[in-house]
DNA sequence: AAGCCCTGATACCTGGCGGGTATCACGGCG
DNA sequence: CGCCGTGATACCCGCCAGGTATCAGGGCTT
């Protein structure tokens, strides 16, 4: 029937993140028995039940679970209006363009010479799997990002380079002497485990490396000789004096998109869009003439 | 800063799309002063013009078009999250699968037939274009779609079939007698233009050929001999006695697609992902099993 | 030119509901 | 057995969404 209101879907996903109505009463910033009604409220607009309540705190149901990975991604697409809307008003605003620090740092310094003077462009840096949020909520207007490593979906797309991976390894390693790898050598090397990146939950998958969170953290640890990691060739920006990259021969070739919310139409990211095409036309992939995903944006 | 509330947004889209406050306001059952405060808090809180406004009526500025379309994507992904969430509340939901009526029937059935008795799938029929919008507002779980005609950017696929295109012609016209066309013979047949589909905006586009919204209004016009359509082989279930089919042998071929949310996750909707893929085993594109956007969704 | 009409804007009131405080119910635990 | 911590309930208050009445002004007609 009536719509909810994004109120009730932040109180929502403030509970259900908490498990608990006192301290998600808290982080919002309201008591906790306005909370606890605005939550039976929503239960029975629904008419599901959304949380098991407990003498020591709240636990999802199903559709409780559902409601928080939508009402996630809802409360992004409103945030997002918000924000491109704001800069859409703006005259003199840039196009902020995300990226994973260090990743492919050759191709967007070529791509943002070829702009200069025409497209003013905000460089935006983000961590590992971060830059669909940033797209998804409005903080940025254009991504690049890699297949099939990032998860694409949502997002219109050009191809602009395509590669090889690398192997980084503390240089005192002994496979850090070979010329090249294989992704077998690589995997079961029993004292240099691959670290652990924590999944969209904020939870790490279990393992015997070590937990990461930002790629300084990861430089870190391979300089110290306790994990290696494999990568494209060209995300080599951050490496250390102690590190050394040994291709892998056999790893899958990762691709370099730019990749934009649907339905952008601005001039400055067509342009954009266009002169990355043009950059990297002897590499482009011959599908994406044809697929409907990875048309450039109309002006 | 503070967040947007849907209720400004419903009342933002319906001012954009009728353009006049006095009929937006009665559209939204509530009266114009209360919705002619509501657009300028809205404008005032993001700091952007969003309506021009005139003696006779308003125009939208170009933040007002951004938002408009930011808007129409929150407000499905809202009604999204509702909606799914009474779903997964309720136990005895069948997965609903939406498709173009008559596309790929025969595909269809013998996916319906190999889940009946395991996964209860209720198939919900619409017209040409609108599948999209159904999966992105969860009105249904998972839809039929064709690359490259349906747009399929934000869901998750696997294909099933490609296959190549015959056009349909009235029975009576001279190149129905043909056993195979080209797609130069079909695009300038002087009295036989092709037929204008209404774009996402509801306008259609200039042109020579009839205006259609339907496919039994393009069926009738065929049949007619004023209108001649470029389709997929196998979905031609409405075909009438007076259509005929012909062979366009240099038409891109059509694949074929099931697609989905990302992010869905429902035992139902992966055995049928894992059952559709299984009967399309040997027409798969082997792509399918590196594109991240391409994997079926984990149980 | 003088009204009229149709547009959106302004003024002002009212009621519902979102939010607050105080308190209850209840189970675990020392 | 009483204390603590959980969420639920009761009740009150003030704000703001929404209503009515009215204004302002430009393009019609006459």
Chains 1, 2 share one sequence.
């Not at 840039?94 to 990743?103: N, Q, S």
């Not at 967007?108 to 497209?119: I, S, Y």
């Not at 494209?232 to 920006?237: E, L, M």
């Not at 691709?255 to 482009?284: D, F, H, I, K």
Request: aromatic letters at 4%; glycine letters at 6%.
């Amino acid at each position: 029937m009536d719509d909810l209101e994004t109120r009730e879907l932040r109180y929502f996903v403030a509970v259900a993140e908490e498990l608990h109505f006192g301290r998600a009463a808290d982080r919002l910033g309201i008591a906790q028995p306005p909370l606890s009604r605005a939550i039976r409220q929503l239960e029975h607009r629904l008419g599901v039940q959304l949380l098991d309540r407990d003498r020591r705190g709240a636990a999802l149901t199903d559709a409780g679970r559902v409601l928080l990975r939508e009402a996630r991604t809802a409360l992004d697409a409103v945030a997002a209006a918000a924000r491109r809307t704001r800069r859409a008003g703006d005259p003199t605003r840039p196009l902020v363009l995300v990226t994973k620090a260090g990743a492919s740092h050759e191709l967007l310094q070529r791509l943002l010479d070829a702009v200069a003077g025409t497209t003013p462009v905000e460089v935006l840096l983000c961590e590992v799997g971060e830059q669909a949020h940033r797209l998804r909520d409005g903080q940025a207007d254009v991504a690049i990002m890699h297949r099939p490593v990032d998860d694409l979906a949502g997002f219109d797309t050009v191809d602009l380079h395509t590669e090889g991976q690398v192997a980084i390894l503390p240089a005192a390693h002994p496979l850090a002497a070979r010329d090249q790898l294989t992704l077998a050598e690589v995997s079961d090397v029993p004292n240099l485990p691959i670290a652990r990146w924590p999944r969209l939950d904020g939870t790490y998958p279990d393992g015997p490396g070590p937990e990461v969170r930002t790629q300084s953290q990861l430089a870190q640890l391979v300089a110290l000789g306790r994990t290696l990691l494999v990568i494209p060739a060209s995300s080599r920006a951050w490496q250390w004096p102690e590190h050394v990259a040994v291709p892998v021969v056999d790893a899958p070739h990762i691709t370099t998109v730019l990749a934009w919310p649907p339905g952008s139409r601005s001039p400055a990211l067509a342009a954009l869009v266009r002169t990355a095409a043009g950059l990297c036309e002897g590499y482009r992939n011959a599908e994406s003439a044809t697929h409907p995903t990875q048309e450039a944006p109309s002006t």
